[in-house]
């Protein structure tokens, strides 16, 4: 074997023939593959749908016997705005898994043959693998895909007709991967998620007749006081009934700091005056990753405000305009929220809470 360990990153939202065709080259190529599913820990979405157990359950479905020892799955956090942490945390995944695989011959990961997945160079999806660049200390193994099946267009069909569209990816599927998936069409998190779906196309639809896509501007603002912070819960569609930063949209009229200040207060009936919490902010940065927002291109400006302690513990809070309920939340207790946040909010206090 030219490896003792190849490394396949993707999301695998979900399985597809595509996915097992890398594998078993992969497997050709090395003793054993280190599978990552990257979104591992975010809440479910039309995008992202299915949790990291889901989606080992359906590749353990669809590997024949002879593979399953020789396969590894493990998940990893997208970390959206710190390519150093992902990297980071990937790399541990890698040693962790060759540790545990090779305990009883005492060696270290990095004596063993390791490699990385990856299309060849000139194929048109090959600027989607950029991220392979971030692991040089891998030798890279091409490996061609069937650049005909889409997962995007598979999630469309799963979600947006009556059987008819999803049975025609049943060629894209493993067959095991296609029972599987019309299973999880019976289930409740199926029909919210369908729902939300159609939200999204609806709004999308909305400004279909636009010249060009727009670009909408957001606000967020990430209250920080006496090791909490302030999140809402959302009332509606997109995200309903997940925890999320206060903030939204900026009218046309109004400043982008204004603009916090505004869907702050709206949000959370927060009891501090407009001036104190102006004065109160630390930072600001711009989080605009392509993919941030299922509504379109959205660039929203997130604010680090922070709140000195008075002697009165917490100021109230309760839910406002498009949320339905405000809440401290103890900043140990937010870091196991990942996959109870909408978007990116998780990743864009994880960055300001880097820099205080």
Not at 83 to 106: C, F, H, P, R, Y
Not at 290 to 308: K, M, N, V, Y
Not at 317 to 323: H, L, M, P, S, T
Request: net charge neutral; with cysteine.
């Amino acid at each position: 074997m030219k490896y003792d360990y190849l490394v396949f990153i993707g999301r695998f939202q979900p399985v597809h023939l595509g996915h097992l065709k890398v594998i078993e080259e992969a497997l050709a190529q090395a003793g054993r593959v280190i599978v990552i599913c990257g979104s591992a820990r975010q809440a479910v979405s039309p995008r992202n749908p299915f949790t990291l157990a889901e989606r080992e359950a359906m590749l353990r479905a669809a590997l024949p016997t002879a593979w399953q020892n020789r396969v590894f799955v493990v998940g990893c956090s997208d970390r959206m705005y710190n390519d150093q942490q992902w990297v980071t945390e990937v790399q541990n995944l890698v040693d962790k898994v060759i540790a545990v695989d090779t305990a009883s011959l005492g060696h270290r990961a990095a004596e063993f043959r390791v490699g990385i997945v990856g299309s060849p160079p000139g194929n048109g999806r090959a600027r989607a693998g950029h991220y392979l660049d971030l692991f040089p200390q891998w030798q890279r193994e091409p490996v061609e895909e069937l650049s005909a099946i889409d997962a995007g267009r598979i999630r469309e069909a799963l979600f947006n007709d009556d059987g008819a569209r999803f049975g025609a990816c049943r060629n894209d599927l493993p067959a095991a991967v296609y029972d599987w998936l019309l299973r999880f069409r019976e289930r409740d998190v199926y029909a919210q998620l369908a729902a939300e779906q159609r939200f999204l196309q609806a709004f999308r639809q909305s400004w279909a007749g636009a010249p060009y896509p727009p670009t909408f501007v957001t606000v967020d603002a990430v209250v920080i006081h006496s090791g909490h912070i302030l999140l809402v819960r959302r009332r509606g569609m997109p995200g309903k009934g997940l925890w999320a930063l206060p903030g939204g949209f900026v009218n046309q009229d109004e400043p982008i700091r204004d603009a916090v200040i505004r869907e702050l207060k709206e949000e959370t009936r927060l009891k501090v005056p407009s001036p104190v919490l102006a004065g109160s902010i630390r930072a600001s940065r711009v989080f605009d990753h392509p993919q941030r927002s299922l509504r379109g291109r959205t660039i929203t400006h997130a604010f680090l405000i922070e709140l000195a302690p008075t002697g009165e513990g917490l100021p109230k809070v309760r839910g406002g305009d498009d949320a339905d309920r405000a809440q401290w939340v103890p900043l140990f207790e937010f870091n196991r929220m990942e996959a109870s946040l909408f978007e990116d909010h998780f990743y864009i206090v994880s960055w300001f809470l880097g820099q205080i």
